[in-house]
């Protein structure tokens, strides 16, 4: 695992050297666009609107364009912003642990001690758990300021990144705004349901079948020897069908099959197989003549 950059963490004259690596990785397999007739590879060229030429990386700006005029950031202009130039993640409160929202988390970084004395990492790691507070920090990552939270996984200081309030929609439905009763009934019963399938979460039991049956299709079209992509038959896919009418199962009955339906399946997979009998050891004698059959009348 590689750092991505260094930096340290910074509240009050408390200073914290440490090295950022990316907490997550991506397992999906790449794939490209090729021409279906030859499948010679689809490549993208920066060409210049204007001049008609290719441009390399090099020579190329960032602007803004509020659609009356273009203003051109080179390099230099971006590097002139402070935060741009900075490498703290300085700390600006420490709040409860449980007001943060799920829905703000963005990315995820580990955190590194990067000093011959990791103590006052490990101080701030121990105070984080003893209180119970998620430190909001402030910190500069590929050109943009980022809203942070600084907590501890493990034995480990993790840095996730947050969206800013703005950039979080607000969720607002007209059927929602109507007056549904639920009676008790029904909350007894989704409360069953809910039971039935009530477990520990163990990520390791779920895997992305897209990508495993993905990499087996690929396997099998190497073994096969095609070098160029053929016409695979997936099987025609169903129309989508028009669910608004029909029969309407009623709530209830909905519920009572559900909670039937896991329990069933629980109770078969917790039921013992069953054991086979143990094969009988072959006669040393020899077979007696077969009798010639005789038809029995109907």
Same mark, same amino acid.
């Given at each position: 695992?590689?750092? !991505?950059?260094?930096? @340290? %963490? $910074? #509240? ?16 999906? !397999?790449?794939?490209?666009? =090729? ?6 590879? !689809? ?10 030429? %290719?441009?390399?990386?090099?020579? %190329? ?16 202009? &971006? ?23 799920? %829905? ?5 970084? #580990? ?15 121990? $105070? ?11 910190? @500069? ?12 996984? *493990?034995? =480990?200081?993790?840095?996730?990144? &947050? ?9 607002? #439905? ?7 009763? !639920? ?10 349901? =809910? ?25 099998? +079209? ?7 992509? $053929?016409?695979? $038959?997936? *099987? ?22 559900? =909670?039937? @339906?896991?329990?069933?399946? +629980? *109770? ?7 054991? +086979? ?10 077979? @007696?003549? +077969? ?8």
């Amino acid at each position: 695992m590689r750092s !991505i950059w260094k930096g @340290a %963490i $910074t #509240f009050g004259l408390v200073n914290v050297p440490v090295k950022v690596y990316s907490a997550t990785e991506d397992h999906d !397999i790449a794939l490209h666009q =090729v021409h279906d007739k030859d499948g010679g590879r !689809i490549k993208y060229q920066r060409r210049c609107e204007i001049c008609g030429r %290719i441009v390399e990386f090099e020579h %190329i700006d960032k602007a803004y364009d509020d659609g009356e005029r273009t203003v051109i950031l080179t390099a230099e202009d &971006l590097s002139t912003l402070p935060e741009e130039r900075s490498r703290e993640i300085e700390v600006v409160e420490f709040v409860p642990s449980d007001q943060l929202d799920p %829905i703000m988390f963005e990315r995820s970084y #580990f955190l590194e001690p990067d000093s011959r004395s990791p103590k006052a990492y490990a101080l701030l790691r121990r $105070t984080l758990e003893e209180t119970e507070r998620t430190a909001i920090v402030h910190f @500069a990552l590929r050109q943009k300021t980022r809203l942070g939270a600084l907590r501890v996984r *493990g034995d =480990v200081l993790m840095l996730q990144s &947050l969206l800013w309030d703005d950039e979080v929609r607000e969720a607002k #439905f007209p059927a929602l705004d109507e007056k549904i009763r !639920i009676s008790a009934p029904e909350l007894k019963m989704s409360e069953q349901l =809910v039971d039935s399938f009530a477990t520990d979460f163990s990520p390791e039991k779920f895997s992305d079948d897209y990508q495993e049956e993905l990499r087996e299709l690929i396997e099998a +079209k190497l073994k096969r020897g095609d070098d160029l992509s $053929t016409e695979e $038959t997936f *099987g025609e896919q169903p129309e989508d069908d028009d669910h608004s009418g029909g029969e309407v199962l009623d709530l209830m009955e909905a519920l009572r099959r559900s =909670v039937d @339906a896991s329990r069933a399946s +629980k *109770g078969a997979q917790n039921k013992p197989a069953a054991k +086979k009998p143990a094969a009988k050891k072959p006669a040393t004698r020899k077979p @007696a003549a +077969k009798k010639p059959s005789v038809k029995k009348s109907a």
